[in-house]
């Protein structure tokens, strides 16, 4: 499973407040993802990270930051949060150099009232 | 966003029967790789593809490469009820960094 959790599983807030994801990996990979998932728009890509505090947006990244202080951890913040944000997040991790796999989380269910 | 376009959308099918489905894109990828999810969970790496025309097994999966790089195709055998599930596909950008592009998904549902 690559080693890939995320936190929290489920997250319900409401409008205006700020929301952190974590997504945590253990096997030293140098490339992480944020993804949002929603019926009839598949995985889109927020924001991605391919070193620690080197991060590039995705082509959903409106209203969202990221954070890669250290190699394991990448955060996805919502700054004040949009009932549009209501989606489910997927962190990913491309695996071994050179094959080009990527592997996801666990995802978070994120509602926002 | 571009997209991958994935074929069908969803199907049922008996249970024994052989499943097909499809992806094709607009753009010529390196790698191709193909996910199954269930529900509450996340995408699960089925196989992977590196090389075009290449055809890869794994279980009763078997994918191809496209010798385009503009498409791939997966096939299910003997399909079973847990087979049931969304499957993806997606292709890898490779040129100056690493990003993924994604199918909508084959919704795919198995009658016993």
């Known amino acids: 499973d690559a080693g890939i959790t995320q936190s929290p599983r489920h997250k319900v807030t409401e409008t205006g407040t700020p929301v952190t994801l974590r997504c945590h990996q253990t096997e030293n990979h140098r490339y992480m993802y944020w993804y949002r998932q929603d019926p009839g728009h598949g995985l889109r890509l927020i924001h991605y990270s391919y070193g620690v505090k080197d991060t590039d947006k995705g082509e959903v990244s409106d209203g969202y930051s990221v954070s890669r202080s250290k190699t394991e951890d990448f955060l996805l913040t919502l700054e004040s949060a949009t009932s549009s944000q209501t989606s489910v997040y997927f962190c990913a991790i491309r695996g071994t150099p050179g094959r080009n796999e990527q592997f996801f989380g666990p995802g978070t269910r994120l509602t926002v009232l | 966003g571009q997209q991958l376009n994935q074929s069908p959308q969803s199907m049922f099918i008996q249970e024994g029967e052989d499943v097909s489905m499809n992806c094709t894109s607009s753009?010529?990828?390196?790698?191709w790789l193909w996910y199954k999810q269930d529900p509450g969970e996340g995408p699960v790496l089925l196989i992977a593809l590196y090389k075009a025309g290449e055809l890869t097994s794994n279980g009763r999966l078997t994918a191809q490469f496209g010798i385009t790089r503009k498409d791939s195709f997966l096939n299910i055998s003997a399909s079973i009820p847990s087979d049931v599930g969304i499957y993806f596909c997606a292709g890898a950008v490779t040129s100056g960094t690493y990003k993924y592009i994604f199918g909508t998904g084959t919704r795919l549902k198995v009658l016993a």
């Open positions: 753009s010529i990828f390196n790698t």
